[in-house]
């Protein structure tokens, strides 16, 4: 922070340890036209404001409305900025900021957020039900390939007991062990899931005992 200098008086030469000398002034603004200069103000730069109530709760002062406003605004354009850097989107910079809008542009461009936000999300949220409908999809296609390798294995083990049993009752008047009706009744039940890979040692585990 500079030093302070009284209106109109020759201000000393700065030495290399000190800063620019600043200028105390108190502004008397009326309320319809303090947007307009506090903007002017902020865009030259070079005005420093001094809070002259710092007794005062933030949530008791005049333009807290405003400022919270502004806040918001400033959030939304944070998430929408991490969302275009997470996907890689290459952005725009100018290197000049924009000037303060006026009170009637702060409605639409509050609108505008809203409406990019609200947007963004419902993408997220669309791409994550996406996502998780393949996952589910892909393990039951696998389910299905795996399930589809069991029963054909089956059918054909089947196929060799039967005609191992034509065989030997050629061979034979009467087989010891009449296994045919079983066979016709036999009815497999058969329960199939998938598994993360650090499930399966446990699931294995838990089979064996």
Aim: with cysteine.
């Amino acid at each position: 922070m500079g030093d302070y200098v009284t209106p109109g008086e020759e201000p000393p030469q700065p030495g290399i340890y000190r800063s620019e000398q600043m200028c105390l002034a108190q502004l008397y603004l009326q309320s319809d036209a303090s947007y307009q200069c506090v903007a002017e103000l902020g865009e030259l730069g070079l005005v420093q404001f001094r809070d002259l109530n710092p007794d005062v709760s933030s949530f008791q002062r005049k333009y807290v409305n405003e400022v919270r406003r502004c806040d918001e605004m400033e959030r939304k354009l944070r998430y929408l900025e991490r969302e275009i850097k997470k996907d890689q989107i290459p952005m725009l910079d100018t290197g000049e900021n924009p000037d303060a809008p006026l009170p009637r542009e702060m409605i639409d461009l509050e609108a505008t957020f809203e409406k990019l936000e609200n947007e963004l999300r419902e993408v997220n949220k669309n791409e994550e039900t996406l996502k998780k409908n393949f996952s589910e999809l892909t393990e039951l296609k696998h389910i299905l390939r795996k399930t589809q390798t069991f029963f054909e294995e089956v059918d054909h083990d089947r196929w060799r007991i039967r005609e191992g049993q034509r065989v030997r009752s050629i061979e034979e008047e009467e087989p010891l062990i009449d296994i045919g009706g079983d066979m016709d009744d036999t009815r497999l039940s058969v329960q199939a899931a998938m598994l993360r890979l650090g499930l399966v040692d446990s699931a294995e585990q838990a089979t064996i005992h």
